[in-house]
């Protein structure tokens, strides 16, 4: 039933479409989408763990020497 659609003129008929529906312009970033997806979805089938956080997404910790402060209830 699929028999020779991977073959090079079905290929360029696909990246024409491709270019005419997205424009030049947003081909390559939907391409890094994709390949960022695919690559994500492998690493959860591969059962790999979680990427870390970035530094920036982390909260901050105190400086060494900062007063901290505490809630204190009152009775």
Same mark, same amino acid.
């Given at each position: 039933?699929? =028999? %020779?659609?991977? =073959?090079?003129?079905?290929?360029?008929?696909?990246?024409?479409? *491709?270019?005419?529906?997205? %424009?030049?312009?947003?081909?390559?970033?939907?391409?890094? =989408? @994709? %390949?960022? &997806?695919?690559?994500?979805?492998?690493?959860? @089938?591969?059962? &790999?763990?979680?990427?870390?956080?970035?530094? =920036?997404?982390?909260?901050?910790?105190? *400086?060494? &020497? *900062?007063?901290?402060?505490?809630?204190?209830?009152?009775?």
């Amino acid at each position: 039933m699929f =028999s %020779g659609l991977e =073959s090079p003129m079905h290929l360029l008929v696909v990246l024409i479409v *491709a270019v005419l529906v997205l %424009g030049p312009k947003k081909l390559p970033e939907v391409g890094r =989408s @994709l %390949g960022s &997806g695919l690559r994500q979805f492998k690493h959860s @089938l591969e059962g &790999g763990e979680q990427e870390p956080t970035p530094v =920036s997404a982390a909260p901050a910790a105190p *400086a060494e &020497g *900062a007063p901290v402060e505490m809630e204190t209830h009152g009775s």
